[in-house]
T-cell receptor
Framework: AQSVTQLDSQVPVFEEAPVELRCNYS??????LFWYVQYPNQGLQLLLK??????LVKGINGFEAEFNKSQTSFHLRKPSVHISDTAEYFC???????????FGTGTRLKVLA | GAGVSQSPSNKVTEKGKDVELRCDPI?????LYWYRQRLGQGLEFLIY????????KSGLPSDRFSAERTGESVSTLTIQRTQQEDSAVYLC??????????????FGPGTRLTVT
């Protein structure tokens, strides 16, 4: 069965520091990969996605992620965070490009002044 | 419309009452999803509609939950005889699985349901 693991439930980081939010998945088939952000009291918004091609994907707000097939990971990174990046981040996998999306449990990023 | 809309934004109901939540997907999106998000938790898949195919109801937690969708338009999620554990934010999302589309899900703002 497919699954998505976000190893860190909470990540505190100081403003202007780099951050990495980890996402690992298990699937016996190829996958599409997504990162979503949820600001307080809002719905989810797509940050970036990997469908095929270059394994380094750039998204909105300066975020990027790298697909590593051998390690089945899709970690999210930002070189310098802002207070406004404080939010919940969800990794999602769509196995074999099916309609199914499997979401991780989320990582709460808290940016400290 | 420009995005996925959901109504109501907030709903407070008494235990045992029925509630109906509405989702308007993005026009032309064939796929529609309902998720439940309990406080501080991730997204729990409830049900999926794709065009005129039979819906995937595998995530519905009990027979008190049901959902309908007319064609590729509005969907309603109904919870009968609500319980306190039903308190959560209910998120709707739509996507297009047509060739060349982006496959991402577009989420609505959610309906916050509180059962007292």
């Amino acid at each position: 069965a497919q699954s998505v693991t976000q190893l860190d439930s909470q990540v505190p980081v100081f403003e202007e520091a780099p951050v990495e939010l980890r996402c690992n998945y298990s699937s016996s088939v190829s996958v599409y990969l997504f990162w979503y952000v949820q600001y307080p009291n809002q719905g989810l918004q797509l940050l970036l996605k990997y469908l095929s091609g270059s394994t380094l994907v750039k998204g909105i707000n300066g975020f990027e992620a790298e697909f590593n097939k051998s390690q089945t990971s899709f970690h999210l990174r930002k070189p310098s965070v802002h207070i406004s990046d404080t939010a919940e981040y969800f990794c999602a996998v769509s196995p074999g490009g099916t309609y199914k999306y499997i979401f991780g449990t989320g990582t709460r990023l808290k940016v400290l002044a | 419309g420009a995005g996925v809309s959901q109504s109501p934004s907030n709903k407070v109901t008494e235990k045992g009452k029925d509630v109906e939540l509405r989702c308007d997907p993005i026009s032309g999106h064939t796929a529609l999803y309902w998720y439940r998000q309990r406080l501080g938790q991730g997204l729990e898949f409830l049900i999926y509609f794709q065009g005129n195919s039979a819906p995937d109801k595998s995530g519905l937690p009990s027979d008190r939950f049901s959902a309908e969708r007319t064609g590729e338009s509005v969907s309603t999620l109904t919870i009968q005889r609500t319980q306190q554990e039903d308190s959560a934010v209910y998120l709707c999302a739509s996507s297009s699985w047509r060739s060349g589309s982006s496959y991402e899900q577009y989420f609505g703002p959610g309906t916050r349901l509180t059962v007292t």
